[in-house]
């Protein structure tokens, strides 16, 4: 069973158990690397704001940013497939 088969059964675990496993939905089907690309731009995109509005104060949101970079590779290193000629995008999400 590889790591995605893992997750999806540890989510229906839980879900099971009555622990909701909120997911991002990309054309109707539940997406983890989604749903981490939303958390962690949401993130880093909160405390750029709270840094500009002066509220964080000297706070270094490289971390948060470095986050939000590493799950958007995920998320399209999922999608995007490429060889030396050409790039193919992964229409099908439940892959």
Aim: with cysteine.
């Amino acid at each position: 069973m590889d790591i995605i088969g893992k997750v999806k059964e540890l989510v229906q675990k839980m879900n099971e158990a009555g622990i909701p496993v909120p997911l991002v939905r990309l054309n109707g089907a539940p997406t983890i690397t989604g749903t981490m690309v939303f958390l962690s731009f949401t993130t880093a995109w909160l405390g750029q704001l709270g840094k500009m509005a002066k509220i964080l104060g000297p706070v270094d949101l490289t971390q948060a940013n470095y986050l939000f970079g590493i799950c958007l590779a995920a998320y399209l290193g999922r999608k995007m497939q490429g060889n030396k000629d050409n790039v193919t995008i992964d229409k099908d999400e439940t892959k």
